[in-house]
Each structure stands twice: as C-alpha cells, then as structure tokens.
C-alpha cells in the first residue's frame, strides 16, 4: 500500500492526514502520528476527507444557466463565455463593474494567481470571505505589531498555566487546540473562559464569565486600569518595547471596577478573580476567535487584549501571547498572498519602493498592480444592488447562505448581468444561483500549499488522480487568464510550485520571509512556520514570534491602541428584546454544510432542520416547550422558523443559532467594524412569535 500525507482543507489547524492507497482506492487514513500540529489525533472531517470525491452524479463540465433552464456545457466554450462577458462588461462599465470573492480555503498558489488574473489582469475587485473572518485580527496586528503576524505556536498551549479562550469556543471549533490543551501538564494549570452563553469549552473550563454581550472592551479596560492601580504589570517590559502606554493609562482611568456589574454583567469578585488569575500567572496566554472578530467595535476589542498581554510581559515567552486563532484552512495564506487588501507578500498598494521589489521577483512591471485595496465585500454587495457592479465571480465560498442579512445577497445577485460560482458541487445555495457553474475536483486531488493558525505551511498532495476531464481550482483560474488573452503575463505562473516559488521570491526581507521553503522541504511532512529564511536550518519544529521583543512599527516597540467605548449602533428595544448570538453548532457541521452533509456520520446524527437554543427561564415565560417550532423576527425586517431547544446555558435573554443553517444569517445585521468592515455577526436583536 502507498502511504500519502497531505493536509486537511477543513479548519485553521491544517492537520495532516496519511492516505493509504492501493489499486487507485483509499484504504484508510490516519491522523499523521509525526506531524507537529495534530500528533496522531483528528477530527471527524479530516477523517472523511475521502468524501469530497465528487461522485458520478455531479456534472464534469460547467453549466450554464438558459431560458428553458441548466445545460451543460464544454470548457472550451464556459472559457469564451466566461472570458468575453469580463471584456464586454468592463469595457462598457470600467474595470471596476467586476469583483470576485475568493476565500481562506483554497491553496496558497491558486489565490495568488486569482490575484494576478482579476486584480492585476482584469482590475477588477477581489475581496475573500476571510473579511467575515479574520479581518479584524489582520487590522488589530497591523496597527499594535506593525504586520499582520500572530505571535504564537500550538506548543504554548501546553506550555501555559493560564489560559484564557475569550470569544472562542475551541472544544467544537478547533478540537485539537483543546487536545493541546488536555495535554498540557502544568501542575498550576488553569482554563478560563469569557463567553456570553456556557459554551462547551466553558463547560470544561476552570473558570468561566459570562459577560454580556459585546462588553467585553469595557472588561478588558477596567483590567487593566486594576492592574494598574495595584501595580500588578511589567513596568520594564512596557517601557523597553512599547509605546503609547502613559496614553492608555490615562485612557483606562475611568474605568473603574465599581461599575462591572452593570457595564459587563460580573460581580466585583468574580472580577478580582479573574484579574487575580492574569497577575498570578507565570505563562499567560489569551486566545480569541470570532466571540471577538464580529462585532462592531471589534479591531480595538482584539486590541483590548493584546494591550492586556503587553503590559503584564506576557508575550513572545513560551506559553503566552495575545494569540488570534484562524477559522479556515488556508486564512492566513489568503491574507497575505492574495493581491487584494495588500500586495503580495503583506505589503502596502501606495508604497511605491514595495511595488518595485515586488514587480522584480515577479518579473512584472509594477504598474500592472492595483493602486488601492479592493473594495470589502459589504461594499461590493452594496454596488451590485447599485447597479454599479455588473459581474460577480465566487470561488470556494457560499455566500447565499454565509453572508450577513443574507437575502441581501439574494437580491444583489439579481441584480447581476453576470454571476459565476467555482465550487464542487452545483446545488449549494449559492451555484443554484449561477448563471454559470464551474465544477472543481475537490482538495485531496490537488497540489498546493495551506498556511494554519500557528503560521505554519504545509502541502496538499494529491492522494488519488483528478478522473480525465474533471480540473482543480488552478487550472481553471489559470485557463481563464489564457482564455483573456494575458499571454506572456502567465509565463511562469503555469504550476503550483513555479507559483509557490514565485511568493517566496516576493517575502524576501519581510516578516513573512520563506525564502528557506520549498516543495521539497515541506514534502518531508513536518510543515514550517513562517519565517523561514534562506540558509537557515530548522533545528526545531516550533517556533514563536517577538521573542526579542523587536515589533515590526517603525519604532519596533508594540503600540497601545484604544479608543471610547462605541455605542451599539442597533441595541434591543421593547419591540426586539433579544439578543441573537450565532456560531458553530458541532464539531461535524462545517459551515454551510454542503461537504459535511456527505460525511454519513455527521448528517445521521444532526440535525437537518434549523433549530436554536433559548433559555429555560425565557422558554417558561413565553410558554415554549422544548423542540416547539417558533417564529423568530429579527430588526432587520426578516423572520426565520427554527425548533427551540430550550437549555441552562444561556442567558435569559440571549438565544443562539448554529450557523449551519440559512435560516440564521437570514435574521443577522448589516452592522460592521469601522476599521476591517467584518459583519457584527454574533448580535441581532430579536422577538419571538409562538406558532402553536
Ligand atoms: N466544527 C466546525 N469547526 C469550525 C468551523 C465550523 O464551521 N465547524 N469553522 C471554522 C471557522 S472558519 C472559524 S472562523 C472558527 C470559529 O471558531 P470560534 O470563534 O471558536 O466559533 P464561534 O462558534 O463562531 O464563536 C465562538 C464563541 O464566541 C461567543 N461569543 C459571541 N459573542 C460574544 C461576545 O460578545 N463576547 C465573547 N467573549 N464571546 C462571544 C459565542 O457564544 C461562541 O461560543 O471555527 C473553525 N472551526
Ligand atoms: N451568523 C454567522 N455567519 C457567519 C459566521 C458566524 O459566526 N455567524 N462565520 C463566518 C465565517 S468566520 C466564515 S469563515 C464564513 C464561511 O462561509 P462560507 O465560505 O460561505 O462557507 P463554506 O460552507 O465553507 O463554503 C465553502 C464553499 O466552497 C465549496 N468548496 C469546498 N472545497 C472547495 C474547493 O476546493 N474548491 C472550490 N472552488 N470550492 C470548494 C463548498 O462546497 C462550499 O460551497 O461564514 C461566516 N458566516
Ligand atoms: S477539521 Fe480541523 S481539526 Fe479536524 S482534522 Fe481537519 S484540520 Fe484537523
Ligand atoms: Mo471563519
């Protein structure tokens, strides 16, 4: 039997998987036992990768949408069609009357090279749905570490003795983040959670604080305005390697713990305890995910805690760290390889010195880059309803379903002269929309490279032959670009690894350097952490950032940023008195369900019907009884039918909706950051209606 590791496409830990193959069928697969993230452990998806073979029933070749209904057609001509309607629109209506949305789960090479056809060819828009993701982590890193680099490694989870998962909920979301975490042996080992409902990692936490919803700036402000006034913080480490701290100080002052109870929701003690804990810690480590990314106030919440890790030194020591985790497979290549809010590389569209060295290793001449960074995604939805945008291309992404307020999306694609959907399956909510369908081979046929949570990059090996005539990801963006006419411009584009190189040659001297990565380096299967420079050898296979306490500002010191508490711009009222908070439901459910509903396991024991939790207390009031269906109304104008649940671990007036279901985002707000315009997604207020 031939043994193949590849890497799972599913979530931000990108575990790697051993295929045993024999006679062109997969036998078995087993979670990679030498692999540094995952050590022999898996999730359910990562175990039924097998499952995304697109089977027989699904159409080969595109499909084009017809006044009588759906046909089939050749590549050849889906190309000329493709290609001749980009032309056509653009010409007519300018280069920026087209946009794409791309995604944080494809290979690193296939966004950069959608990045060098639509944005560098075509000129068109290209944001990714990592911007309802981890924009904010990206603009919260920018602007406190001067890049886009999350200080830790997977091994600080084990290396901790105080951790604490604010917004996150990693039992279901990132199992093996909590299989690190069971396995750490600290004798003083302590787990703490602030969530707004019980969460499943709260159910297993040491400690938990159910706050209220989005208070969570005002709790990390009158922090550190605690530890402060006990002087319980690292005055050396704040002084040496930060700056704007006298500022922040002063900023914080008017925080005081006498009004927690009712700004945050927690008594005074279970604040002193929680401070306690942050001050007593020798390794402190804080993790956040999406409970901190959606939100409108979200790039200074993410802020909020980085200041916390700064100013008690806990950070770039092992075990500490103001640590955002990933949600997608490949997030972290999208935001820094994609060619859509930044150069490649990380850099900046106006720096014209970046523009030359990034033109020189790609033999480019600077002036076919974009000058500014795409439009976000809100924007580009807003333009199509406008009327300003006329085409829209989506790979790898759902958003029908994903999108928030997503009949908004509904109604812009009708709006569209052209919408293309590039997904495995032609009846997600999204390609059933389509003008026209481009089916892709699914992950485990393809070749590439993922880069996960921790900064680490790790190959996809096709495990079986793509069947004759079906295509990956990259030779259809590839045959787009030749079917456009870009000619010489795709010389040394034409594999994965000639594109692979061609992003490292353009890391050179930058924070994300992999000049020392290659194919064949990453084929021995431990995966590397970026940085990793020419000549340097790998003497261990966990590495963290900062820890020479050098940043990447002008300055090199880490800044403070803060700023008043903004009011929330769509409270509840007396008409809509709930808070309706969403997330992940199970660890099988991965997010619009189209791969997942494949996995046999997973579909026989969820559910298929939406349903959403709601407290006892509330249920009793309004006479619901468990598994009743209800009407749920949200202040946007929309209402959805769920089956309540009705459970201890919420608060009274808080519900939640898994978002596996299209239901949920049809209640959810146009409402987003002022600085990453990421979706407030996690709070909509609601009512809701008895049925019976
Ligand atoms: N099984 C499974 N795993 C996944 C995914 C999946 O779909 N299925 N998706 C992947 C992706 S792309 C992502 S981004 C990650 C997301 O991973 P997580 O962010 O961990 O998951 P969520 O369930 O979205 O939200 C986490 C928690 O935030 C809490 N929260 C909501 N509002 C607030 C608030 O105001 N303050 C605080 N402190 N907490 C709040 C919610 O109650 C929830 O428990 O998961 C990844 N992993
Ligand atoms: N209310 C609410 N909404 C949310 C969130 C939330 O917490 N609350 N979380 C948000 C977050 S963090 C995220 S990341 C988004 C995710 O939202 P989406 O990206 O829309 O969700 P997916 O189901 O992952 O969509 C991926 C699509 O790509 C297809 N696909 C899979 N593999 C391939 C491939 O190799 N090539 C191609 N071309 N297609 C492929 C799948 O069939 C699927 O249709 O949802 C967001 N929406
Ligand atoms: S989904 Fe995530 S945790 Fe599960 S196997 Fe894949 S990468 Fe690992
Ligand atoms: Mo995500």
């Known amino acids: 039997m031939n043994k193949i590791q590849t890497t799972c496409n599913y979530c931000s830990l990108a575990c790697n998987m051993d295929f045993y193959v024999e006679n062109g069928s997969i ?46 057609i050749s590549w050849d001509s889906a190309y000329s069609l493709f290609s001749q309607k980009l032309k056509d629109i653009t010409e007519k209506y300018g280069k920026e009357s087209v946009a794409a949305i791309s995604t944080g789960q494809l290979a690193l090479e296939e966004m950069a090279l959608v990045g060098h056809v639509f944005r560098n060819y075509v000129g068109g828009q290209l944001d990714g749905n990592t911007r309802l993701c981890m924009a904010t982590s990206v603009v919260a890193h920018k602007q406190s570490f001067g890049f886009d680099a999350p200080p830790y490694t997977l091994n600080d989870f084990e290396l901790s003795d105080t ?214 995604y ?30 908004e999306f509904k109604k812009a694609i009708e709006k569209l002269e052209l919408f293309v959907v590039q997904d495995l399956y032609p009846n997600t909510d999204s390609s059933e929309l389509a003008d026209l369908f481009l089916p892709v081979v699914s992950g485990i046929q393809k070749e590439g490279t993922l880069i996960n949570t921790e900064r680490r990059i790790s190959k996809l090996n096709p495990v079986l032959p793509k069947p004759e005539g079906r295509f990956t990801d990259f030779e259809v963006i590839y045959n787009l670009g030749k079917a456009l006419g870009m000619g010489d411009l795709l010389n040394g584009w034409e594999t994965p690894e000639l594109v692979f190189n061609k992003m490292k040659a353009v ?110 207390s509330l249920g009793e009031k309004l006479g619901i009884e468990n598994g009743e269906e209800i009407l749920v109304h949200s202040i946007n104008g929309r209402s959805s039918k769920f089956y309540a649940l009705l459970t201890e671990n919420l608060p009274h007036d808080v519900l939640y909706a898994p978002i596996h279901y299209i239901e949920t985002n049809n209640l959810t707000l146009s409402i987003y950051d002022p600085y990453s315009k990421e979706p407030s997604y996690k709070y909509a207020p609601v009512s809701i209606e008895k049925i019976n």
């Open 27 to 72: 036998k078995k697969v087993v979670p990679s036992e030498k692999y540094p993230v995952n050590k022999g452990f898996s999730c359910i998806k990562g175990l039924n990768l097998d499952k995304q073979l697109t089977s027989d029933d699904f159409p080969k070749n595109p499909i084009l949408k017809t006044s009588t209904g759906r046909e089939e």
């Open 163 to 376: 951790i604490i998962f604010t917004g996150a909920n990693p039992v279901v979301a990132h199992p093996i983040i909590w299989d690190r975490v069971r396995k750490n042996k600290n004798k003083n080992k302590k787990v703490i959670v602030i969530d707004i409902r019980k969460s499943e990692t709260a159910m297993n936490a040491d400690y938990f604080f159910c706050i209220k919803p989005k208070s969570d700036l005002v709790l990390y402000y009158t922090i550190a305005n605690y530890l402060i006034e006990k002087n319980w913080i690292d005055n050396s480490y704040i002084e040496n390697f930060s700056e704007n701290f006298e500022d922040f100080k002063k900023h914080v002052s008017k925080f005081s713990i006498d009004d927690i109870e009712e700004t945050v929701g927690i008594t005074k003690d279970q604040f002193i305890t929680l401070a306690t804990l942050i001050h007593e810690g020798d390794a402190v480590s804080f993790w956040w995910t999406m409970g901190i990314n959606q939100s409108y106030q979200a790039v200074r919440t993410a802020q909020g805690i980085i200041n916390l890790a700064v100013m008690t030194g806990n950070i770039g020591r092992p075990g500490t760290g103001a640590n955002s985790i990933t949600g997608q497979c490949n997030a972290m290549g999208s935001r820094l390889f994609s060619n859509t809010t930044g150069l490649y590389g990380g850099g900046e569209y106006a720096d014209e010195a970046k523009r030359k060295v990034v033109g020189e290793a790609l033999g480019l001449d600077p002036a076919i880059f974009p000058t500014k960074p795409t439009l976000p």
């Open 378 to 407: 809100n924007v580009i939805i807003e333009k199509i309803i406008s009327g300003e945008i006329k085409a829209l291309w989506i790979l790898c992404t759902n958003p029908r379903h994903s999108w928030t307020n997503n009949y």
């Open 507 to 616: 890391t050179k001297g930058t924070p994300c350097d992999i000049t020392g990565v290659s194919y064949k380096l990453l084929e021995e299967g431990y995966g590397v952490q970026w940085p990793f420079r020419e000549g340097e050898v790998l003497v261990d296979h966990e590495r963290r950032l900062y820890e020479n306490n050098e940043y990447y500002t002008p300055s090199k010191k880490v800044k403070f940023m803060f700023e008043d508490i903004a009011e929330n711009p769509v409270p509840t009222n007396a008409e809509f008195p709930y808070v309706l908070n969403t997330g992940r439901g199970t660890v099988g459910q991965w997010h619009t369900q189209t791969r997942t509903r494949e996995i046999t396991y997973v579909n026989d024991s969820t559910s298929n019907k939406s349903y959403i939790y709601i407290s006892k």
